[in-house]
Structures are given as C-alpha cells and as structure tokens.
C-alpha cells in the first residue's frame, strides 16, 4: 500500500476518532461519577446542536458567542434534566435510572422533531474551520487539526475539576459512597447537578465539532454518534476520562481502516464497532484503561 | 377482586371500541379515504415532507372525487422499512383507505409493498424508481421514471457529453435505489467504453466517507457517480474538497431535493443529476395552475413536492375513470393512464405498472437546481441529440 495513502487514512480516522473520544468525555464522566449510563447523551449533543444553529440563523450572533450561548444553554438543559428525570429515581435500584435516561432520549428526539421538524438542517461553517492544508500531498482540513486540540483541552479542564477543585473532590466521593458523601455533609443533587452540567457543555461541545464536520443537523442525529462514544467510552474503560478519549480514536482509526482496506465490508462499519464493544465485554470488561469497580 | 373488576372493565371497554368501528367506516361513505405513507422523519425526511406538501394542495385544488370529499390518512414510515411495513398495515387495517400514496424511496415501498398487494389496495409512488419495485406486483404503481433508464441516460451524459472515461461510484448497500442505480450506470459506461476504476460502499446513515473518498482520490477518476440521497451526496462532495479530490459529480433523482444546498453548500456546486422534473421545463396545464397555489402556500416548489402531487393526481383520475372505490377496479384504471398531462410531464402507465416519461438533466448552479436538459424515454425519439444539447 502507498504511504501517502496510509497517512491520509490515519488523518481521517484521527480525525473521526477525536470527534468520538470528545463526545465519549462527557459520557464517560457522569458515569464515572453516578454510575449512570446516560443513554440521553447523543442527544442532548444534538440540542446542543440546535442551540448553536438557531443563535447564528435567528439570532445573527458571531459564530463564537453562538457557540459560548450553546454550550452554556446545554449545561443548564443537563441541569433540568437531571432535576426532572434522575433526581426522583436517585435512591431506585440502578436499572430504573437507566430506563430513565433511554425515556429522556426518546423524549429529546421526539421534542426534536416536533419543534425542529423532521427535515434536515445544513449546519453554517465559520470560514476558519472550513480551510484545508496540504502538506507533501497529504490533506488537513482545519477541523481535522482543532477537533483533537480542543479534545485535549477540554479533557484538561475535565480532569482539573475532578482532581483539583473542591467539588471534583465531592464528585469523586459520590462515586465512592453517595450516602457516606451526604453524611459528610456535602450538597449531594447540588454536585452531581454541576455534574450533569459539565458532562452536556462537553456533549454539546462534540456535538458543534460533529456539526461543523458533517454539517447536517437532525432531531435522530445524536442517535449513532451516542452509541459509538459509549463504545469508546466501553473501549477506554467506562469511567475513565482519559481512556474515553484514547478508546474514542482507536474506533475512529478502526472504521476509517476498515472501510480504507477492505472495501467491500465498508457497510459493516457500524457492526464492526458494536462487536468490538462485544468482544470488550466479554474478554475485558474494564476497558483499556478501566479499573475494577466495585458493583 | 379488584384486579378482576379491571379486566372485565377492560374487556368491555375492548367490545365497545372495537364493535362499531366498521360500521361506523361504512356509514361515513360521503368521503373517500386515501392513505399516503412517507417518510415525514428520519434520513430522508426531505422527500416525504416536499411530497405531503404536494398532495395537499393537489388536494385543495381537487377537493371530490365521484362527488365524495377525500380524507387524506398520513403515516409516517420514518426513513425505515421496518415501520414504512408498520404503516402500510395500519392504513389497510385500521383506516381501511381505499388506496395509498408512497413511499418516497425504493426500499420502503418495496417493505409496504406486498401487504397492500394481499389486500388488494392499490398503491402508487410518488419516486420509488428501483424496478423491483413494481415487479410481479399487480397493485403498486408509481408516477417516476425507472433506474435502468435514469442510470443509462447518467451514464450517456457522462460519457458522450462530459466526455469522461474514468468512473467511480459510491453505493449505499442498505438502498435498493442505490445498488440498483450504480448498477444501471456501471453497465451502460462500460457498454459505451468507459471504464469503472473504483467501487466503494457505504451505508444508510453514514455521515464519513473519507476513506471511501481517499481510495477513490488514489484511484485517480475523471468523474464521480454517487447515486444517493440528498445527505450523503452532499456531505461526501463536502469532503472531497476537503480531501482535494476536484471532479465532476453526477448523482440521481434522489439528490434533487433543497436540503442538498442547504447541507452542502458551496460544496455541491456544479452537482449533476437526473431528475424528475425541473420549475423551468414544466410546461404542462396542470402545472401552470400547481406551481403558484404551491409556491404561495409553501415557497419554492421542488420535485418532490411536483411528484406527490402527480401521484395523488393519477390516482384521483383513476378513480373517477373507475367509478368506485374498490381496489381492483382502481387497479384496472390505474393500469391503464395513458397520456395523463401531470405537472412533471406527460405519462402512461402500463400493466406493469410502471410510468413511461421523460427525465431531465438538472446542474447546481448558484446555490439552486437549474435546468440543463429533457431526455425523451427510449423509443419516444432519437435520445443521443437530446441528451447533449446544451453544453457550452
């Protein structure tokens, strides 16, 4: 196989990858810290989305302050959501939490496509994300260079919180023990609400990355880029922030080379990387990085 | 005890649902009830919004049929096959329609298809174009073209006017349109002397197609055919650019819709396709008097729109010609349209349940679908003149 052509597809998978492993961050913290899968995810990524789209259509905002006003709109929806969803379920058995958060999903779609309608909306580009470089024959589209960058940083400020601030000190006491968090003394709703917060900006964050990228928005757009950041999510070790974002790029690097070397399997992509959840499932439940949880 | 109260309660409140609702149908017979299935959400939500839009003003501007007011029965299949099957069962079921509109695309009319085909309810499509579509069906219709004549002409365009020789396809696996189409077109490059130097697959919902666009880029072809929906083909031409890859783009009916410049923007300019029908050529009565109603009610009018309109037009003519609702009767008229003057055109259906028509050649052009050219149907006239007549 020609170099070029190698490199060119590892820029692609890094560049899907990245997109995954950002929106994987979110999912993986708030499961981190309540043991929560927030099936909900992929499409609270996708009111981010809409967010972002009506502050610069309607509103005529900057692309940036569009992009500020939505991710801190989807931080507060992530709020209401936990208020109106997890809070009454708190102290139920685990599983009814989970149907829970697949009963926000199905309600945020729906909503979706009754305030958004069905019909799919082109996502504006800002001039900036929208160039593309070319060095020795190879292609980096802007976005392929900033999706990463901002991966990165937004896992800093991610890890920061949790391992320098007080309430990421609360945080990681929830995921210890909530009860013995809350006999502590600590606000117990009040931080797994900021939780909640911090987990959709990041979800909101992936989703205007994914939007600029693939520029179509939908109510059922949040649907596939879920799923696939809870398998990186799986892959990296539920849980554990970093590993989403490494998990996120080794399923990125997965499809891209999968569909780049064997052509004729390109439609099996998706079942490529709902099997690789299997197969993680079932020889290392713990992910790559992921330690051993007590249930 | 209690929980025995509540199931007789039920039971009884079961009887009474279900006991009058025939009656209730058969008394109501001062309406017609047409069915339209669509796919009003989902990956190709376009196409069914555009032609529910259509079949509602056809409706205001033929508001009876035989004298009786029509009811139009919406369900939405949801992009889906799985729930276009679902669809088609409640409006044969449940609203007991006496024939059915839809769906937009090929696959879920061919899941709807054999379930209003047992029941003996007509079904006419507005732009399903796969052949299989109506084949060995005696109760589906559709008012489009057909994909062995749409890939040809692609192929003929290619070929003879852009003067290509190197092709590329991608094909959505999960779309019968899709498969169906790329095959049609590979054939006739091949026949003409063109050869396909690429064949990439994706499917239904992806929204990366970089790695098919890199293998293709190494591959080094002078024109890219990518037969897919609105979605797809818009995204896909947004990363050639960014992958550098710099060719002409051909694609089907399918890419006609204004959700393609709205998603693709600059990035699909000088798009190529054929299509069903184009504001500029439409040149019908029927036409003249659709396009104003539609444009003021909905703004621009696309095909999709024109194309639900046609098929509710054909039905209720069929019906009328029929002189009753019953299927097989409408059946016998739809099969036998001849020279109906819709708004995309001039059509005749045969047994085989398929329209005879022309298509046209459309290019983005300035952010919107301008008109290149009419291609007759085979055998109408002399297609080679025709196909080519434009290019400067």
């Known amino acids: 196989m020609e170099l070029t052509f190698f490199l060119q597809q590892m820029i692609n998978g890094v560049a899907l990858g990245s997109l995954y492993g950002l929106i994987a961050i979110g999912y993986t913290m708030v499961y981190g810290i309540i043991r929560l899968i927030n099936f909900a995810h992929g499409d609270v990524m996708m009111m981010g989305c809409y967010f972002a789209y009506f502050g610069i259509l309607m509103f005529s905002l900057p692309w940036w302050a569009s992009f500020v006003v939505a991710i ?25 939490a989970l149907i829970t958060a697949i009963g926000v999903s199905f309600l945020l779609e729906n909503l979706g496509l009754v305030v958004f309608g069905g019909r799919p909306k082109g996502f504006e580009t800002p001039d900036m994300f929208s160039e593309v470089y070319e060095v020795a024959g190879l292609m980096f589209p802007a976005l392929v260079l900033w999706t990463p960058l901002l991966t ?7 890890l920061f919180i949790i391992y320098r601030t007080k309430t990421g000190r609360a945080m990681r006491c929830i995921s210890h023990d909530m009860e013995t968090t809350r006999l502590m003394g600590v606000d117990v709703n009040r931080i797994i609400s900021i939780t909640f917060a911090v987990g959709s900006a990041a979800a909101a964050a992936g989703g205007i990355m994914w939007a600029m990228r ?29 590993g989403a974002m490494l998990g996120g790029l080794l399923l990125g690097v997965a499809e891209i080379l999968l569909v780049a070397l064997m052509p004729e399997l390109a439609g099996y992509r998706d079942a490529v990387a709902f099997g690789l959840l299997i197969l993680i499932l079932l020889f290392r439940p713990t992910g790559l990085m992921g330690t051993k949880l007590p249930d | 005890m209690k929980m025995r109260h509540l199931v007789v309660a039920l039971l009884v409140l079961g009887l009474a649902v279900s006991m009058p609702a025939p009656a209730f149908s058969q ?13 009003m959400t989902g990956g190709v939500a376009a196409y069914g ?18 004298g009786k007011k029509v009811e139009l029965v919406l369900a939405d299949d949801k992009s889906d096959k799985i729930e276009a099957a679902n669809a088609v069962t409640r409006l044969v079921e449940k609203e007991k329609v006496v024939a059915i509109i839809g769906s937009s695309i090929s696959g879920n009319t061919m899941a709807g298809g054999p379930i209003a085909e047992k029941a003996g309810v007509p079904i006419i499509s507005p732009t399903a174009t796969n052949p299989l579509v109506t084949q060995g069906k005696k109760y589906i219709f559709r008012v489009c073209f057909i994909d062995p004549f749409q890939g040809e002409m692609a192929a003929k365009y290619a070929y003879e006017t852009l003067k290509k020789r190197k ?10 349109y899709c498969v169906g189409l790329a095959d049609f077109f590979e054939k006739s490059f091949t026949k003409l002397g063109g050869q396909i130097v690429a064949k990439t697959y994706c499917q239904t919902g992806d929204k990366d197609f970089t790695a098919q666009l890199s293998a293709i880029k190494a591959k080094n072809p002078d024109v890219l055919y990518m037969p897919n929906y609105y979605t797809e083909v818009a995204l896909a031409m947004k990363q050639a650019k960014d992958l550098g890859l710099n060719l002409p783009v051909l694609s089907g009916d399918g890419a006609q819709d204004k959700a393609l410049i709205d998603i693709g923007k600059q990035y699909v300019e000088g798009l190529m396709l054929t299509g069903h029908f184009e504001k500029a050529a439409a040149n019908t009565d029927l036409a003249k008097k659709f396009i104003p109603l539609y444009e003021k009610k909905f703004g621009k009018v696309g095909t999709f729109d024109v194309m639900g309109a046609d098929a509710y037009f054909v039905l209720a003519d069929a019906i009328e010609r029929a002189k009753s609702t019953d299927g097989a009767k409408i059946r016998a008229a739809l099969a036998s349209t001849k020279n109906f003057k819709g708004i995309s055109g001039t059509m005749t259906i045969g047994e085989d349940g398929n329209a005879i028509k022309s298509l ?15 291609v007759e149907p085979a055998g109408a006239k002399p297609e080679p003149k025709k196909a080519a007549p434009k290019k400067k």
């Open chain 2, 27 to 39: 008394a109501k017979s001062d309406t017609i009830k047409i069915g339209a299935f669509l796919p």
């Open chain 1, 72 to 96: 801190v709109l989807t931080a507060l929806l992530g709020m209401m959501m936990d208020k109106g969803a997890y809070v009454p379920v708190r102290n139920a058995p685990r599983i009814s």
């Open chain 2, 167 to 176: 092709a590329a396809l991608i094909i959505d696996k999960a779309q019968d």
């Open chain 1, 214 to 242: 693939y520029p179509e928005i939908n109510p059922l757009m949040g649907i596939i880029p879920g799923f696939k950041a809870f398998v990186a999510a799986v892959l990296g070790g539920i849980g554990n922030i970093t």
């Open chain 2, 360 to 374: 046209v050649i459309v290019q983005v052009r300035g952010g919107d679908f301008k008109y290149v050219a009419t």
């Open chain 1, 152 to 158: 990165l940083a937004i896992l800093g400020v991610v």
């Open chain 2, 49 to 66: 919004q555009g032609s529910w839009q259509g079949i509602q003003v056809a409706r205001d501007m033929k508001p009876t049929i035989l």
